[in-house]
Each structure stands twice: as structure tokens, then as C-alpha cells.
């Protein structure tokens, strides 16, 4: 059993992407392309199917991707980059959320990189 052996590779791995992002990821770049919100439920469905739910959908409209992303990363960080490329207010609390514009999606230069 290597899962515990100290120093082994698969105590160091941290995946770039997982599975079921790719999905979404599809998801999201199937109805871009064919201009619709059926092609994209595919994927959906597919990812749902994977995680026990058993109901399909027939489409995947923006808002309907936006919360399997929302189910699908959530605590994991990832769903900063998906509200920034989207420009999507960001939830803050229960009943709150903050607007996207630069002050929190641009992340501040260090400033070795502003004395260069």
C-alpha cells in the first residue's frame, strides 16, 4: 500500500482539474458554440448521473451551469476564476452579493514587480 508511505509520489500530486470541472467546462463551451442551451444538458447529465441524480435535464441555460459549478467546486477555490471569466457578481453571505468589476477580480501586483 503506497497511499501512506512517506515521501511517495501520490502524497505530493494535487490534480490541475478535476473530472467533473471538464464537464462543466464542456457544459458551458457546447452552448457557446451551437448557440443553444440543449447540447450543453448533455454534459450536465452526465456529471449529475456521476454524482446519484437520477433526474435529467432537457437544457442547460447559463444560470442552470452556474449552480452545478457553484455544487460541483464548492470551498475548492475554483469558482473565483469561473465568476471572474463570466463577470458574475460574487455570493458573500447568504443574501449578499459583490458586484464584479476590477477591484476583485484584478489581484494586486507584488511589489517587486511594480519597482521593475
Known sequence: DLAGAEGSVEN?????????????IAAEAS????????????????????????ETLAAADDEMITYEYIRELYAEGQLFFM????????????????????DIFVLPLPDTEKNN
Not at 86 to 96: D, T
Open 12 to 24: 505530493t500530486m494535487i490534480p490541475l482539474v478535476r473530472t467533473g470541472e471538464m464537464y462543466l
Open 31 to 54: 452552448n457557446r458554440i451551437h448557440g443553444d442551451d440543449i447540447h450543453g444538458a448533455a454534459y450536465l447529465n452526465a456529471l449529475r448521473s456521476a454524482r446519484g441524480i437520477s
Open 83 to 102: 465568476y471572474k471569466r463570466r463577470n458574475l457578481p460574487v455570493i458573500w453571505g447568504q443574501n449578499s452579493r459583490v458586484a464584479a468589476s476590477e
